[in-house]
């Protein structure tokens, strides 16, 4: 499974942060005018953790807060794999970093250890998309401040299929028809790991038979308690995975690299991917467009939605000026292209969405985005995504009654979910 950098519409300090965090609220209208700042510090220091895809513009716009606050703010490298449990681990000691960037479900981990602080964007939160919003709060409040968000979405070769395809059957009798003419070697790529499935790349299909991970609550936020699993659009799903399995469509031997690598050679019409695979396809001319995932059941396909964004820690020696850089200098709308400059994902600002759309691969995503849902950011997910997998793997592979194995992973991760 690729990483879960894991997006609907897409793209949202001394007094002035002491003020907010009494409870200013997160709305607002004023999406242009810069935010006020805390005075100069003079004193005081921060460490920023980040992993090596932002790291370099992090130090750009750091050194303008040194310049303006006197403050010294240190950026870590560190692997996106490593930051949240260090995280955990050496905030309590007070050897973790002020401010971490990441991916929004992290947040029910680290809201549960209490090493993150609420965040109050104030009149910053209209310059954010809805989705990206939505998925920085947890229990009532927002923790993080985004900045980019993605999503897995269809991505086309328009040599092959011109047009996009109305629904995943049309989908598959053009991949097939092209396979049959000998033009193709694969009717679509889909990547599936040997060892952990394919949740997050299957997601926009199983949604599309009614069929989601968690229940919500009346304020739209997941319900850990209505675990979905084994809803009977996912007791549906199951036999329609297996017939792709069957049929050799899906297949555990092809992995993400893979996958990938048969798009980029047109081995295949069809790729269901992220983002981060753009870039290959555009450095080597691949003629491909970014279509929403089209539906396997007739509900929309809604893929998971990931926001990047940044995070303070409850632990800090210098909150103030902690919330200061995240809020007054990460969220401008300079800091904010320079970010996407750096990583190329959709940005969580509609102004910095307005500068780029013209831009056929980004406002493909875009769209892709809007059909989604944030991924669950509970803790319960660490319950959910290896049996989920596992089941998966089955299903295709043959191994077992498709229903059966749904319920007895449903079960499994409620049991999991209970134990905590």
Not at 133 to 155: C, F, K, N, Q, W
Not at 221 to 230: G, M
Not at 326 to 337: D, E, F, K
């Amino acid at each position: 499974m690729r990483p879960r950098l894991l997006l609907p519409a897409v793209l949202a300090a001394a007094t002035l942060l002491v003020t907010a965090c009494a409870g200013s609220g997160d709305k607002g209208d004023d999406k242009t005018a810069p935010p006020a700042s805390a005075p100069a510090a003079g004193n005081g220091s921060l460490t920023v953790w980040a992993d090596d895809a932002r790291a370099k513009p992090l130090q750009d716009i750091a050194a303008a807060f040194t310049r303006d606050k006197g403050v010294k703010v240190k950026v870590v490298q560190k692997g996106l794999g490593e930051i949240r449990d260090d995280f955990v681990s050496q905030a309590p000691t007070g050897q973790g970093p002020d401010v971490v960037v990441g991916p929004h479900d992290w947040l029910g981990k680290l809201v549960h250890n209490g090493v993150l602080a609420p965040l109050e964007l104030g009149d910053r939160a209209a310059a954010f998309s809805p989705v990206a919003l939505e998925a920085m709060r947890y229990e009532g409040r927002t923790y993080g401040l985004p900045y980019a968000v993605d999503s897995i979405a269809l991505l086309r070769n328009t040599e092959l299929a011109p047009q996009a395809p109305a629904s995943f059957d049309e989908l598959l009798a053009t991949g097939r028809r092209l396979v049959e003419q000998g033009r193709a070697e694969l009717p679509v790529a889909v990547p599936v790991d040997a060892k952990s499935g394919s949740p997050y790349h299957l997601y926009p299909l199983q949604t599309s038979f009614g069929c989601q991970v968690f229940g919500t609550r009346p304020d739209g936020a997941y319900d850990q308690a209505k675990l979905e699993l084994d809803s009977p659009g996912c007791r549906r799903f199951g036999p329609w995975l297996r017939g792709l399995g069957k049929d050799g469509v899906l297949s555990t031997s092809l992995t993400a690299d893979i996958a990938t690598d048969a798009f980029l050679k047109g081995k295949t019409p069809f790729l269901l991917a992220g983002p981060w695979d753009a870039a290959t396809f555009r450095t080597a001319h691949v003629p491909f467009a970014v279509d929403p995932v089209p539906s396997a059941d007739g509900s929309p396909a809604r893929p998971f939605v990931g926001v990047q964004g940044f995070f303070v820690g409850a632990k800090s020696a210098n909150p103030i000026l902690a919330q200061d850089f995240v809020l007054n200098y990460l969220s401008t709308p300079q800091a904010q292209r320079a970010l996407y400059d750096t990583g190329g994902r959709v940005p969580a600002t509609t102004a910095v969405l307005a500068q780029v759309e013209n831009d056929p691969v980004v406002a493909g995503f875009a769209r892709a985005a809007q059909a989604g849902m944030p991924t669950p950011n509970l803790p319960a997910m660490d319950s959910v995504w290896g049996d989920w997998g596992l089941t998966q793997l089955a299903i295709i592979q043959g191994h077992g009654d498709p229903g059966e194995l749904t319920g007895a992973m449903a079960a499994r991760i409620r049991a999991k979910i209970a134990a905590g």
